[in-house]
């Protein structure tokens, strides 16, 4: 039999009838594969036949192939549009859903006072400086006029480094963020005013102390710096800090580097909320800087004065937040954190 006459009609008919791409690039192999597929076998038979017979099946054939790739392209087009037009049927995007809300991070509550300390302070004035966790003796007590024999330096209280520092001025962590006014001071010619936030280290541990927590002092001298200037910035300070409602006492209070030394309380005005009790609460250590402790800077003391304040900064949240527990701040729970 010669392999040259194609039953065009079914081969179409198979076109036609496919369903799949995977169907249709079956019947393109068949037809057009290099080895069997038999429009491949029909051309090479044409060489068998005669010439006369040669040029009317050629024609023939290649019409036939002709109609075939089309076919096969037609129906391409067809079995993708068809897939296409599935998929949007069932893979509906429906834009009106709002999605899941986000969660995004924030400061931790702790940096987040601290920025709004810089803030409020900032507006009346003061500079921002800060300075080593690291100190020695003579930063962090002797030119604050701490006595040698003073209770504050006991080795109970303070955490001192061993290093080849001398005996009589070993390194410690700093107790305080005094240290930095003491830098500020020398490095500075008064008027001024700057506060000086960071962290410090006691031994001392339970529901309200912290071997590490933060403080931010602050300081103001000039030549005619008043106790009352001190009231009405410490006052400004809380109102803004901690609650707009607050009442204030002062009490006189001792540090070796102030005097007078105070200490301000504070409570919540016309608080009846009994999970408060009306208490008062102390918030700041302050006073007037001491005239040795100005003289130690090389400042004048007969020209200038002025006050110095030391505020506990999560003390601060844990009474404007009514947090029981101070190490809440630094176990990183995020039910606790979440809540800021
Ligand atoms: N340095 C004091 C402390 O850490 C705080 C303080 C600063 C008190 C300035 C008075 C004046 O406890």
């Given at each position: 039999m010669n392999n040259t006459s194609l039953d065009s009609a079914k081969i179409l008919e198979a076109i036609l009838n496919a369903n799949s791409k995977n169907e249709l690039d079956d019947i393109e192999q068949s037809l057009?594969?290099?080895?069997?597929g038999s429009v491949t076998l029909a051309m090479k038979d044409l060489?068998?036949?005669?010439e006369d017979a040669r040029k009317e099946t050629a024609k023939k054939l290649n019409a036939d192939k002709q109609k075939f790739l089309s076919e096969l392209e037609k129906k391409h087009i067809e079995i993708k549009t068809a897939k296409k037009e599935q998929m949007s049927g069932t893979e509906?995007?429906?834009?009106?859903l709002s999605l899941p809300s986000e969660e995004t991070g924030h400061l931790h509550p702790i940096s987040q006072f601290i920025t709004n300390v810089e803030e409020v302070f900032g507006r009346m004035g003061f500079d921002v400086a800060v300075g080593p966790e690291i100190e020695n003796e003579e930063l962090n007590f002797d030119l604050l006029n701490?006595?040698?024999?003073?209770?504050?330096?006991d080795s109970q209280d303070v955490f001192f480094i061993k290093s080849n520092a001398p005996e009589d001025n070993k390194l410690l962590l700093?107790?305080?963020?005094?240290p930095v006014q003491i830098r500020y001071m020398r490095e500075h010619k008064p008027p001024f005013r700057a506060i000086f936030p960071g962290k410090v280290y006691r031994k001392d541990a339970d529901a309200t102390h912290s071997p590490m927590f933060h403080q931010f002092e602050g300081l103001m001298i000039g030549e005619d710096v008043s106790l009352a200037n001190m009231k009405a910035v410490m006052i400004t300070a809380i109102k803004e800090l901690i609650s707009k409602d607050a009442e204030f006492r002062f009490r006189t209070a001792h540090f070796p580097?102030?005097?007078?030394g105070l200490e301000v309380d504070m409570r919540w005005q016309g608080d009846d909320d009994s999970s408060r009790e009306g208490k008062w609460m102390e918030v700041v250590g302050c006073g007037m800087v001491h005239p040795n402790v100005l003289e130690n800077c090389n400042i004048d003391s007969k020209k200038y004065q002025g006050f110095a304040f030391g505020f506990g900064i999560e003390r601060m949240i844990m009474i404007r937040d009514q947090i029981p527990d101070l190490r809440a701040f630094f176990v990183n729970d995020l039910r606790f954190l979440r809540q800021f």
């Open positions: 057009f594969g290099r080895k069997s060489q068998k036949l005669d509906n995007i429906d834009i009106s701490f006595p040698k024999e003073h209770a504050a330096r700093r107790a305080h963020t005094s580097f102030v005097e007078p």
